[in-house]
């Protein structure tokens, strides 16, 4: 008798490239974007050092004027639409499944395709400087962005070049609209067993805020984006263009109807990254968890009632109403505040990097916040728009608030990324420098404001009073591009250092992506602890205490 011997099967493997390339797996997808945004990160902030340059003296032509626009343009553009909503999607769509215990995103296809229109977006927008540029400012206020009537008469910076910005945003507002549907849907439909609605990490309540919020404003700038182009293209378009009868003011509706939620677009993953930090080093649960997603959801509903604060100047708006809707959405804001602030009280503080960014983001979004209040004030905000001021608080805000916290969420993720840590030393200082690069290169800007800069403008006499304060932003301006070299540096040391095992729970955490390995398998688990609260893990390992939490919780 003889046996037959089978030869083997040559299975045929993708290589790595190719894999990353067609991936729809949410790990990889968000990993793609983190490298992705921070390299657009890099470019806005070069941007960002030619625009300080030419202001650091009076009457510098380090660039003419209108170069100098063109910058200004692209780096606000890069910022919001280039990395900040691409970045915190990275974190969301590498994190949220994990947290809620699903093997992938709802749609991992559509999960694949809403990342690859970013940089398809961005090599539109970017492609701009080899047509003409776009010198139109970040917020493409009409008519400065029409050119003349039917698209003909384009000054300088107006030809197709802004037409190559226009579509580069239209695919932009396509990825987020498709990414926001795919998050919506693997909340409501991929949660695990036990996973109730109020059981949800923190994270995930603002992560499911926001896309809310997306899938109803981005549509509207999208619209406005796609009336611009008929305008500026097509014989007889009067949307907006004034010259053909159209209206500037529906402009500036439609863009600030979109432009205030998408600032909670930005903060509110931020404010759920620190909710998830902030519990972990202080060794206990955050304080108030309902009134937390309750003032979640109530900034959501509010964001979109003060769009029109950005127009109080245009005198077109009932001021009350949107001053008074203004100074309510900071009540839900100080609540957050109040619940980060109970939770480290008496807590057990671990100064690990991820909390320093954590404590970083508390200092300087009060400051922005705070300073954003007085905005709601009609009289104060006639006297300071347009000024510095607006631009000191916007990066407060953003700079202040969400970069610190995307840094907080990559230092206290990154273990469970790549099963490695950054180096805590390089770690902290690159926080040190970023917290003080912030503080010198935006805080003169109040002042600035305060002494009646514009913003905007390219240069500015020596008559003025202004270059001893232009000179210190751009030594702050400086300092911020020192310390993301040294966060490029710790991620390349920490590659090129021999691999060691990293525990799957480094940080003693308290959500499901600490139940897996790290970095997790393709499936992401092999198994799950039982869901009881918006902390399974913790309970797991520590039962006792969760009986005792879960018994005082029942006795309030």
């Known amino acids: 008798m003889t046996t037959a011997t089978l030869a083997p099967v040559a299975v045929r493997t993708r290589t790595s490239w190719l894999e990353w390339l067609t991936t729809t797996d949410h790990k990889k997808i968000g990993q793609l974007y983190l490298v992705s945004s921070l390299v657009f990160f890099v ?44 970045i915190l999607s990275g974190l969301a769509n590498f994190v949220v499944p994990l947290q809620i215990g699903a ?20 090599l539109l927008i970017y492609s701009s400087y080899a047509a003409g540029g776009a010198a139109i400012g970040w917020t493409g206020y009409v008519p400065l962005s029409t050119g003349g009537a039917g698209g003909q008469n384009f000054g300088p910076g107006l030809g197709t070049g802004v037409d190559l910005w226009i579509m580069g945003l239209t695919v932009l507002g396509f990825s987020s609209i498709l990414g926001a549907i795919n998050f919506l849907a693997t909340i409501f439909r991929m949660r695990a067993p036990g996973m109730r609605m109020f059981r949800l990490p923190i994270f995930v309540w603002t992560v499911l805020v926001t896309q809310s919020l997306a899938l109803f404003a981005i549509p509207v700038f999208t619209t406005a984006l796609v009336l611009l182009f008929i305008d500026r293209n097509f014989t007889g378009g009067a949307f907006l263009n004034p010259a053909n009868g159209g209206s500037a003011i529906l402009w500036q509706h439609m863009f600030w109807f979109f432009g205030h939620p998408e600032v909670y677009i930005m903060i509110l993953p931020a404010m759920g990254i620190i ?111 347009d000024t510095y001021w607006v631009v000191s608080h916007l990066h407060y805000v ?109 940080w003693d955490g308290n959500t499901l992506e600490w139940a897996t390995t790290s970095p997790p398998p393709p499936h992401n688990f092999d198994r799950l602890p039982p869901i009881r609260s918006s902390r399974p893990v913790f309970d797991e390992k520590y039962p006792e205490l969760a009986e005792r939490a879960a018994s005082a919780g029942a006795a309030r």
């Open 398 to 506: 953003l700079f202040g608030g969400t970069v610190f916290a995307v840094f907080a969420g990559i230092y206290y993720w990154f273990p469970k990324m790549y099963g490695r840590f950054l180096d805590e030393r390089i770690g902290k200082w690159h926080w040190l420098l970023t917290a003080i690069g912030v503080n010198v290169a935006f805080f003169p800007q109040h002042l600035l404001g305060l002494e009646g800069m514009p913003r905007r403008i390219a240069t500015y006499s020596a008559d003025t009073p202004w270059a001893p304060l232009n000179l210190l932003s751009t030594i702050g301006a400086f300092t911020i591009a020192l310390s993301v070299l040294l966060f490029v540096v710790n991620v390349v040391v920490t590659f090129r250092r021999p691999l060691e095992p990293v525990p799957d729970d480094p």
């Open 103 to 122: 093997i992938d995103m709802a749609f991992p296809r559509i999960n694949a395709l809403s990342f690859w229109l970013v940089p398809v977006g961005g």
């Open 43 to 86: 470019i806005g902030g070069i941007q960002a050092l030619g625009i300080r340059s030419q202001l650091a003296a009076p009457d510098m032509t380090l660039v003419d004027p209108e170069t100098y626009n063109e910058f200004f343009t692209i780096h606000g553009t890069t910022m919001i639409f280039l990395f900040a909503m691409p």
């Open 275 to 385: 909710s998830e930090v902030v519990p972990v080093f202080s060794r206990k649960p955050l304080f108030g968890y309902h009134a937390f997603v309750g003032a979640t959801i109530a900034i959501g509903l509010l964001a979109f009632g003060v769009w029109a604060h950005h127009m109080f100047a245009t005198g077109l708006v009932y001021l009350p109403f949107f001053s008074f809707l203004t100074g309510a959405i900071g009540v839900p804001t100080g609540i957050k505040f109040f619940n980060w602030l109970a939770t480290m009280w008496r807590g057990k503080l671990r100064f690990s990097t991820p909390m320093l960014f954590a404590i970083g983001f508390l200092a300087f979004f009060l400051i922005g916040g705070l300073d954003g209040a007085l905005l709601a004030a009609v009289p104060f905000d006639y006297d300071v728009t």
